[in-house]
């Protein structure tokens, strides 16, 4: 590179180099996403769900839930059934 065009380069103005709009560009393409994505995250926001147990029968985990009940039921707690003949 010679003189005349290392000097014709320092005498431009910072926003005449390619350089720095790529420098500056980057981040803000980011800050621009992040904005974007946070307004559809609360633009299309879940409803929350009523998770209450109305009935066990209806719900299609009931094995899960009386498994996890039974699991956490100290043994002596537990009912023995009992052992009907037809």
Not at 38 to 47: E, F, P, R, T
Not at 77 to 83: C, E, G, K, N
Request: hydrophobic share 50%; net charge neutral.
């Amino acid at each position: 590179m010679s003189v005349a065009n290392l000097s014709s380069d320092l005498a431009k103005p910072w926003w005449k180099h390619g350089m720095v709009w790529m420098v500056i560009l980057g981040p803000l393409a980011v800050v621009i996403a992040g904005i974007a994505t946070a307004y559809i995250a609360i633009q299309n926001a879940d409803v929350v769900l009523d998770t209450r147990i109305q009935s066990t029968e209806a719900l299609p985990h009931t094995p899960s839930l009386a498994a996890r009940n039974h699991a956490a039921t100290p043994d002596q707690d537990v009912p023995v059934p009992s052992m009907k003949k037809p």
